[in-house]
T-cell receptor
Framework: GDSVTQMEGPVTLSEEAFLTINCTYT??????LFWYVQYPGEGLQLLLK?????DKGSNKGFEATYRKETTSFHLEKGSVQVSDSAVYFC???????FGKGTKLSVIP | DAMVIQNPRYQVTQFGKPVTLSCSQT?????MYWYQQKSSQAPKLLFH???????NEADTPDNFQSRRPNTSFCFLDIRSPGLGDAAMYLC????????????????FGPGTRLLVL
């Protein structure tokens, strides 16, 4: 069935460092792809999404490009902040499940 | 603001004592989901409703049931909680049902953390 494989953490970066979290997918057809973020003690919230090949989702300085040729949707940010510390989940549709999550800690 | 509300945020129950968790939404979405999330793990889908149509995941234990009396409310019933059911329970909604061609962003509530004594 459809699934995502996500780089596992934890990831610890210094403030203003570059972030990449890898996500690859297996799917039939052309699914939409999502990144969700979960701050401590809270539910998940959508960070960004892309609905077709070569689409780039972006929000709050984060970006991810839907790459059909490599079946990937890697999350990137050029300069992380302490407030970005959270767990990040890659996902296909709800019934395909989430990736295992990557915990990001940003230190001042 | 339109949102997904879960009450209570923390619920304590006793081993084997039935417990109900509540979720409401003001988004008027057709689909409501229940997830179980254990510490440091990804959320695991238990079931979802598309309108009144109930869809159970194959590996969801029979101990977990759900009710959706109307569009706005959905309940998770745990008939006989065990220690292994202690977790965060997340409710989510989407406008469209899950599917390979749907762009169904999910909107999550803050979760209810269940403790089983």
């Amino acid at each position: 069935g459809d699934s995502v494989t996500q780089m596992e953490g934890p990831v610890t970066l210094s403030e203003e460092a570059f972030l990449t979290i890898n996500c690859t997918y297996t799917a039939t057809g052309y699914p939409s792809l999502f990144w969700y973020v979960q701050y401590p003690g809270e539910g998940l919230q959508l960070l960004l999404k892309a609905t077709k090949a070569d689409d780039k989702g972006s929000n709050k300085g984060f970006e991810a490009t839907y790459r059909k040729e490599t079946t990937s949707f890697h999350l990137e940010k050029g300069s992380v902040q302490v407030s970005d510390s959270a767990v990040y989940f890659c996902a296909l549709s709800a019934t395909s499940g989430f990736g295992k999550g990557t915990k990001l800690s940003v230190i001042p | 603001d339109a949102m997904v509300i879960q009450n209570p945020r923390y619920q304590v129950t006793q081993f084997g004592k039935p417990v109900t968790l509540s979720c409401s939404q003001t988004l008027n979405h057709n689909v409501m989901y229940w997830y179980q999330q254990k510490s440091s793990q990804a959320p695991k889908l238990l079931f979802h409703y598309y309108d009144k149509d109930f869809n159970n995941e194959a590996d969801t234990p029979d101990n977990f049931q759900s009710r959706r009396p109307n569009t706005s409310f959905c309940f998770l019933d745990i008939r006989s909680p065990g220690l292994g059911d202690a977790a965060m329970y997340l409710c989510a909604t989407s406008r469209d049902p899950p599917g390979p061609r749907n762009q169904e962003t999910q909107y999550f509530g803050p979760g209810t953390r269940l403790l089983v004594l």
